[in-house]
């Protein structure tokens, strides 16, 4: 059975650091896409960044030079290093993976339950 388990988020001040992990079992990580979403209260899910199994990356403009998305498929694992946190960041995060094409439509059909993200003084 697919699964992926997201696990990192929590507190911290505006500036400060988390990395989120995105735990995948059921399924060969290496031949899969990965994305991140989050989710802020009252608002969409949207894409912050993925990685193609091939290691490419991609990165929503708000995020660009503050986060970064890498993998190790020896873990089955996908990582995002988020640097420099804003209040703006403050959201659900979540991993999923499916084709490449439906992670960029914002519409992969496997999803992990959530990390939540608080960023705050």
């Known amino acids: 059975q697919l699964q992926l388990v997201e696990s990192g988020g929590g507190l911290v001040q505006p500036g400060g650091s988390l990395r989120l992990s995105c735990a995948t079992s059921?399924?060969?990580?290496?031949?899969?896409?990965i994305g991140w979403f989050r989710q802020a209260p009252g608002k969409e899910r949207l894409r912050v960044s993925c990685i193609t199994s091939g290691g490419n990356t991609n990165y929503a403009d708000s995020v660009k030079g503050r986060f970064t998305i890498s993998r190790d498929n020896a873990k089955n694992t996908v990582y995002l290093q988020m640097n420099g946190l804003k209040p703006e960041d403050t959201a659900v995060y979540y991993c999923?993976?499916?084709?490449?094409?439906?992670?960029?439509?914002?519409?992969?059909?496997?999803w992990g339950q959530g990390t939540q993200v608080t960023v705050s003084s």
């Open positions: 999923a993976t499916d084709s490449l094409g439906a992670i960029v439509a914002g519409a992969p059909a496997y």
């Open positions: 059921g399924f060969t990580l290496d031949y899969y896409a």
